[in-house]
């Protein structure tokens, strides 16, 4: 019985530290993705709304498998979001979309109180057959379980 005990916890320290061996592989020629930030919860500190560089630097292993570039569209909450700024987004992603053939997607930051809309808005008016993901978060990066990053890092795999 203590062999089998054994065997587990080597084979489970084995799987582990061979995971962050292959974790810690960088890609040699990562795919280039553009972060769009428009602000809501996942940005939302009580220093301040934290800008699309501050959200790639609570991601930091983003560089390993992602080329990111940023950018702050807006850094407002997304229940003042208006048809105006849907249409400005849309308008910016598919002027960035027909500049950039090399780029291989975009992740937009948004609020939850209208993530949803905000996507279908997008879907229907955003011209391409690259990847266009919306991510948001429910609670404050200042908060105990955060999920904006594990959001984010989601949104560029």
Excluded at 65 to 91: C, D, M, Y
């Amino acid at each position: 019985m203590r062999l089998s005990v054994r065997f587990f916890v080597a084979a489970g320290l084995y799987l582990i530290a061979a995971n962050e061996c292959f974790a810690a592989e960088q890609l040699v020629d990562p795919p280039a993705v553009r972060l769009i930030a428009t602000g809501g919860t996942i940005a939302n500190h009580p220093s301040g709304r934290l800008t699309a560089d501050e959200l790639v630097a609570l991601v930091p292993s983003l560089s390993r498998f992602v080329s990111v570039e940023t950018e702050q569209f807006t850094n407002i909450s997304s229940s003042a979001l208006s048809l105006e700024h849907w249409l400005e987004l849309s308008n910016r992603l598919n002027i960035i979309l027909d500049e950039r053939p090399d780029l291989n997607g975009i992740v937009v930051t948004t609020g939850t109180d209208t993530l949803e809309e905000t996507a279908y808005f997008l879907n229907l008016t955003v011209k391409t057959d690259r990847p266009v993901v919306v991510v948001g978060a429910m609670r404050t990066p200042d908060e105990v379980g955060y999920d904006g990053s594990a959001n984010l890092l989601d949104g560029f795999r």
